[in-house]
């Protein structure tokens, strides 16, 4: 597998969309993973332990925007991923917004 993509990327650099769409799904796997991790520390109330976990979860975050960016630049490019591919991608991207979704606190309820 191709070493993470760069923040700035264009589709003249031969990226192909197939590729790119391996590492966006392996991308989003580790962000789950880091998140998940997070959310047991807090849970845990491990709150010191959290803070080694910010750089990492920064460093993916900013890796898989920019693989999205790139997806869309060889997409406008001509460049097609095939149904199963794309529906993994959807899969993952389903499971990655219900693991973000349980990392985020619930707001704070002032009223009572």
Known sequence: MRAALPLATNPAEGFHIADVAAELVDTMTKLMKLLGRETALVEAHKIDEIAPLQA?????????????????????????????????????????????ADNDPPPLNWST
């Open 56 to 100: 990492e979860k920064t460093r993916l975050t900013r890796v898989y925007q920019a693989i999205l960016q790139t997806m869309r630049e060889l997409s406008q490019a001509g460049q097609k991923i095939e149904p199963g591919p794309m529906e993994h991608i959807f899969t993952q991207g389903r499971q990655l917004a219900e693991v973000v």
